[in-house]
């Protein structure tokens, strides 16, 4: 069996002694606050401290803003000067021009897996896209550990994944990683706290990948994300109601 690369862990604690890099320091940095906004212990809009930030994690300020720096190149932050920096809270075309993005990507993905994969890739995916669905189930019941549902975005993520991986295109598969479109996805329903799925929603779409044509696979995962983005866009109406100002403290 190939070995597949692990996807989006959590990061691995800093190196110690006395020669400890910089440049380690701020990947591990870049990870761990990652990691923060995308299980909403950093929610979108919220003011960013550097030096609140290196005390935190035990490092110096260089490799936090370092991270940080890389955060905003990607948008997951953004900058004012004079303000500060804030965890970016996403617009309804940014929310768009993502989904659209993320849609070519996938549906493509989608397509070349029912083509390429094989039986036992495709029955792992079935497998996948239902365990998905029981892992969401338990997060639609009162509160959620943060930590539980971080953890079954990951689960999530690593779905879409194996179908970038059975696709057998590298390129493609590396696109969708390199464009962040599924962290984006993750973020925005981080946001706006969309849990409540209907109870076969990846079993629907990994049962289409899994034995459908082509055509039918690409028609599956276009359905899947068209619906996820109108729930996303109805909750960030919500959303920019709670978020008046720049700074949220």
């Known amino acids: 069996m190939n070995k597949r690369r692990a996807h989006f862990a959590f990061p691995p604690p800093p190196p110690v002694g006395l020669h400890r890099r910089t440049s380690s320091l701020a990947v591990w940095a870049y990870t761990e606050i990652r ?18 930030l290196a005390k935190e994690l035990k490092v110096s300020v260089l490799p936090v803003t370092e991270a940080l720096q890389r955060l905003e190149r990607e948008g997951l932050l953004e900058s004012k000067p004079r303000v500060g920096t804030r965890v970016r809270i996403p617009t309804r075309e940014s929310i768009e021009e993502r989904c659209q993005l993320r849609e070519a990507l996938e549906t493509q993905a989608a397509r070349l897996f029912a083509e390429r994969a094989t039986k036992a890739e495709k029955r792992e995916l079935r497998h996948m896209g239902r365990q998905v669905d029981r892992l969401y189930a338990r997060c639609e019941k009162g509160t959620v550990e943060r930590n539980l549902l971080f953890s079954v975005n990951t689960y999530h993520m690593g779905l879409h994944m194996r179908i970038a991986e059975g696709a057998r295109c590298p390129a493609l598969r590396d696109a969708i990683e390199k464009e962040q479109v599924l962290v984006f996805n993750w973020l925005y329903d981080t946001a706006v706290q969309r849990r409540t799925l209907a109870s076969d929603y990846h079993a629907q779409l990994t049962e289409a990948l899994a034995k459908g044509t082509p055509a039918e696979a690409d028609a599956a995962m276009r359905e899947h994300i068209r619906r996820g983005m109108d729930q996303v866009l109805e909750g960030l109406a919500r959303l920019h109601q709670t978020r008046r100002g720049w700074r949220l403290k």
Do not use: E, M, W
């Open 35 to 52: 990691n923060r906004i995308l299980r909403g212990d950093l929610p979108v809009g919220l003011a960013i401290s550097r030096r609140k």
